[in-house]
């Protein structure tokens, strides 16, 4: 009995085109200092979910079916009265991807979810952090073609970061923009 696991297509098209062209402009002397993705976190903070925990669940779903990995359920670590909001009370969810999914889900937000934003005319190259990661807002989950659109009631926001090996801003922005990242001029 044998299992054949293919790679993702953006995992083959970082192996064979783009980790060698940034070697080749940045000009690195060993194929360990080429950035690469690291990881994908997907963050989703309900506020209102502390009034009504179905929201939690809901989300949980939804954010599930976008990633293919069950979200773990974020807590709050203290009571602070002029919120509202109690020691332990659930207040969002989150999905740390890697590997194999990571890429899979990178591949599915650049080409068929950004395209189904409306307005939409580029990400904002600002969003860097300074050590090579990026950080993108969105306001609506209906931009997944995996989320069934009977079953959303509320339009749920989210940030997703993209964690990079790169040292610097420049590098991570090459990496994104090989992977057809779109930024906005």
Do not use: H, W
Not at 29 to 48: A, C, D, F
Not at 67 to 94: E, W
Not at 104 to 118: Q, S
Not at 147 to 164: H, W, Y
């Amino acid at each position: 009995m044998s299992t054949t696991t293919t790679k993702p297509n953006f995992q083959n098209l970082y192996e064979k085109t783009i980790a060698p062209a940034l070697k080749e402009k940045f000009a690195y002397k060993n194929v360990m200092q080429t950035p690469k993705l690291s990881k994908i976190v997907i963050n989703m903070g309900l506020g209102e979910a502390k009034d009504d925990p179905k929201i939690i669940e809901e989300a949980r779903e939804q954010l599930a079916m976008m990633t293919g990995q069950m979200p773990k359920i974020t807590r709050t670590r203290k009571a602070v009265s002029n919120f509202k909001i109690r020691k332990d009370l659930a207040i969002g969810c989150a999905v740390t991807l890697r590997k194999k999914m990571m890429y899979e889900f990178l591949e599915r937000f650049v080409c068929v979810a950004c395209p189904r934003i409306r307005d939409f005319r580029g990400f904002s190259p600002r969003q860097f952090d300074g050590a090579g990661n990026y950080n993108v807002g969105l306001t609506d989950q209906t931009i997944f073609p995996d989320i069934n659109l009977d079953k959303v009631k509320r339009s749920l926001g989210m940030n997703i970061t993209v964690v990079t090996t790169a040292t610097t801003d420049a590098e991570a922005m090459e990496l994104l923009k090989g992977f057809g990242f779109p930024f906005r001029k």
